[in-house]
């Protein structure tokens, strides 16, 4: 209330004054890159000086001024030659059909991936009057509703009056949802708590949309009308859907993700809501409640989304001719790791080379049978230093260069005490191997505690070993006992695989009683 107070002062204050001043630096950079759409950014501005409206002023300054990377991305797939596939997710039963009918067109095609064919910058399309109505409803929205009286000016800047959630196409959202769920208001114990009002508005998500892993391989980001016809997605949707609902009604929600889980396989996004004494406290839309929601698996890092430019993002950082890594290439992202999990700083000593025009390195986790970037650290001479990371984890130090991952380093275990292992293979001293699984998920025992092996049985497994490269150390054909492999070199990273598996087995080290240890 202090800070609203403070604001409409500010509003009769200056309403009264002189408003002819300059414009931001940021604003005016998107206006010149707005071309023929500079008018409709320039109808905005002009639009709430007539109105002597300050807040409303202020935030178009703020949208129009964070514009720079933010639009709709149109993505196709695409083989090996560039020519075009045409691939449906809602072809395909369920998702092992649709990796199936992937594989298929993959004997015929050779590889095929998805490749962003159209981005359609928002300061080149968006229009006036979309975005004047989206500053007035959500403004109307943050005055009116009591859960979000407690909001600053900033925090409102981010949880509540974006337009957009991701790449998705723009839509009215917002007067969808204020009509859908008027009753919201009138359903709480404490109107105050912008909690309460998330879980009755995920309650409502949940009566009608659903997760599906289909949806992995949807080429672009659903907007509202996909949803609604849809009534189903990947966990980007979710949280896109649940920040459309809740942010019409100025719930302040957010999106947070890891670009790659540090122990299995995929990554993931969920949602988080600033509770009324400024907590953060996570849910996943459409799925699990504020307090009920719990990642599954191993955190390296984690990133928070954001509408405003982020000034020590990669991106901001890096010279026009440098590229980045995948998720690390957004200029709408910060570093939210400490909230979730313990931390430490890592220096590494980058031993492998270093190649020219390259002032960035990297680190890597191991997910879907390749090392991932994850972080970034500028390196001076041949050190990098690495914040905020997770611990309990398998590393590689790498370069990012033509869209490949190229090591710069030795692979280490960052230990939960925060000490750096590494892992040299030791060729002068060999161990023999007894494996029983490929990953730790479908490692049991029986009910007299002896361990069982896990295999297809009938199949080639094949044992690597990580020596600046995947290494191949033997294969053996799985039958009803343990795979043994003889002669291999200790203390190194391992990775045992199912001959023409998805690669999503994990990688293990071995301790001193020859257990995996799973990374």
Not at 36 to 52: P, S, Y
Not at 80 to 105: A, C, K, M, R
Not at 244 to 258: K, N, Q
């Amino acid at each position: 209330m202090k800070n609203l107070f403070l604001l409409f002062i500010l509003i009769i204050m200056l309403g009264c004054g002189n408003r002819d001043f300059e414009l931001p630096e940021d604003v005016k950079n998107i206006l010149e890159l707005s071309g023929e759409n500079r008018h409709e950014l320039e109808k905005v501005i002009q639009h709430f000086k007539d109105e002597g409206n300050v807040i409303k002023e202020e935030a178009a300054y703020f949208l129009i001024g964070n514009m720079k990377d933010h639009g709709y991305a149109v993505f196709k797939l695409v083989d090996s030659t560039g020519s075009e596939v045409d691939f449906n997710v809602l072809d395909y039963e369920n998702y092992e059909h649709l990796l199936d009918g992937w594989d298929e067109i993959e004997d015929h095609r050779g590889k095929i991936h998805f490749k962003r064919d159209t981005m359609i910058r928002d300061y080149n399309a968006i229009k006036a009057d979309y975005l004047i109505a989206n500053i007035d409803l959500a403004v109307d929205a943050w005055t009116e509703n009591p859960w979000a009286r407690h909001l600053s000016f900033d925090q409102f800047c981010e949880y509540v009056l974006p337009y957009r959630s991701s790449n998705e196409p723009i839509e009215e959202w917002r007067p969808y949802f204020i009509e859908e769920l008027a009753w919201v208001k009138d359903s709480l114990n404490d109107p105050s708590d912008p909690v309460e009002a998330a879980c009755f508005v995920n309650d409502y998500i949940k009566s009608w949309f659903r997760f599906d892993p289909r949806y992995y391989e949807h080429p672009t980001d659903q907007g509202l009308k996909e949803i609604l016809n849809n009534k189903m997605g990947r966990c980007e949707d979710m949280t896109n859907l649940a920040i459309y609902a809740m942010r019409a009604l100025a719930i302040p929600v957010m999106s947070d993700f890891t670009p790659y889980w540090a122990n299995t396989g995929n990554n993931h996004a969920w949602n988080a809501i600033l509770d009324k004494n400024d907590s953060i406290i996570i849910f996943m839309g459409g799925e699990a409640n504020p307090g009920k929601y719990n990642l599954g698996h191993k955190l390296a890092k984690v990133y928070r989304k954001s509408f405003a430019v982020q000034k020590q993002s990669l991106p901001e950082k890096m010279a026009n001719w440098e590229k980045a890594p995948p998720y690390l290439n957004k200029n709408s992202i910060y570093d939210v790791t400490p909230d979730y999990v313990e931390i430490t700083r890592v220096k590494i000593e980058l031993n492998k080379g270093l190649p020219d025009s390259t002032n960035f390195s990297y680190l890597c986790v191991f997910n879907s049978g390749k090392w991932k970037a994850i972080d970034y650290a500028r390196f001076y001479g041949t050190k990098a230093s690495f914040t905020k990371m997770g611990l309990g984890i398998a590393y590689l130090p790498a370069f990012y260069y033509d869209k490949e991952i190229i090591p710069t380093g030795d692979a280490f275990i960052l230990s939960d005490s925060g000490n750096v292992e590494y892992k040299i293979p030791n060729g002068d001293k060999r161990i023999d191997l007894k494996l029983y699984s490929t990953t730790k998920r479908i490692t049991k025992e029986t009910t007299d505690f002896i361990e069982e092996a896990s295999f297809n049985y009938g199949r080639e497994y094949i044992l690597y070993y990580w020596n600046d490269k995947w290494v191949e150390a033997g294969r053996e054909t799985a039958g009803d006992k343990p795979l043994v492999f003889k002669g291999i070199p200790s203390d190194a990273i391992y990775w045992l695989v199912e001959k023409d598996s998805r690669k999503e087995e994990r990688i293990f080290t071995v301790d001193d009683e020859g257990n995996q240890q799973w990374w």
